[in-house]
């Protein structure tokens, strides 16, 4: 089945979308982007991914081609026409395409911003098979640049972390810099102690997760310890548990990382329960 998908304004058959190839992003990776989950057709964590993408748009002084009401009834209609029950909505915000290629920014008053945004159709996406085996992580290096709390379109080295991750037979990779482990690849880390979770403090190093920010207020409201600081690898190896976030895996255990295996090498008990919290009460507050 052909997708609908939205370009500047227009929902279309996928197969008829098009972007310039003078866009920025294409060029110069000069776009910002948000992956919003969808479960019981309805969007999960819709406010803070449009908070998040404002920020990431504030910060590269770019703006948006849609109100706030706009870009909900957007997802809304996508997610109706493409018959999404469980998925993802991709939504990407770029510069736009001026006449031709320069590195200076185009003027904001000639060059429209391009949007985009397109459905995928993930049956069961909260029933995830790797949540009742826990996933097993490699460290590499962080050669990110250094601003990494925008969500911007620039992910190769990401892309090329989950290669590393996956020819080690690994399923993902947590980046180290300066001896800490910064983020996964595309979520957060964190690792438990007794009835403490451990997690890198938010600045421009990581990510600003919105499953993040939610899991930890969970956490904290089951009496769970909750402490934002840096942390190495071997530290996160002599834990009970670890698990990582994002909006598409939610909550996803840990149970190994760097051929160490975490407790007995199975999913913690209280990874798994957050992961049911989050479900739980992000079904509940869904739009």
Do not use: C
């Not at 403090?201 to 939610?214: F, M």
Request: proline share 4%; charged share 30%; net charge negative.
């Amino acid at each position: 089945m052909t997708r609908t998908v939205y370009v500047n304004g227009d929902f279309l058959p996928e197969h008829e979308a098009k972007v310039s190839i003078f866009d920025r992003a294409f060029l110069m990776a000069d776009g910002v982007y948000e992956v919003t989950s969808v479960l019981g057709g309805k969007l999960i964590d819709f406010d803070g991914h449009a908070k998040r993408l404002q920020r990431s748009l504030d910060e590269l002084e770019m703006r948006s081609p849609v109100t706030p009401e706009e870009l909900l009834q957007i997802h809304r209609d996508l997610v109706e026409k493409n018959g999404i029950v469980d998925g993802l909505v991709y939504l990407q915000i770029t510069r736009g395409a001026p006449d031709d290629r320069d590195f200076v920014f185009p003027d904001p008053e000639t060059t429209v911003p391009t949007i985009v945004l397109f459905t995928q159709n993930k049956p069961g996406l909260a029933e995830s098979p790797a949540a009742k085996t826990g996933i097993k992580v490699i460290s590499i290096e962080d050669a990110r640049w250094g601003r990494r709390d925008i969500k911007t379109v620039q992910l190769l080295y990401p892309s090329m972390g989950k290669m590393m991750a996956k020819k080690a037979g690994a399923d993902d990779a947590w980046m180290v810099e300066d001896g800490f482990v910064t983020e996964g690849t595309s979520n957060n880390a964190y690792f438990i102690k007794g009835n403490k979770i451990v997690t890198r403090a938010l600045s421009n190093d990581i990510l600003h997760g919105i499953t993040r920010a939610a899991v930890l207020r969970f956490a904290r409201e089951a009496q769970m310890e909750v402490e934002e600081r840096n942390f190495t690898i071997e530290e996160a190896q002599g834990a009970d548990e670890a698990f990582i976030t994002s909006a598409s895996t939610f909550v996803m255990p840990v149970v190994e990382i760097d051929g160490v295996a975490l407790g007995d090498g199975t999913p913690g008990q209280r990874a798994l329960r957050l992961r049911e919290i989050y479900l739980d009460e992000s079904r509940k507050a869904a739009i």
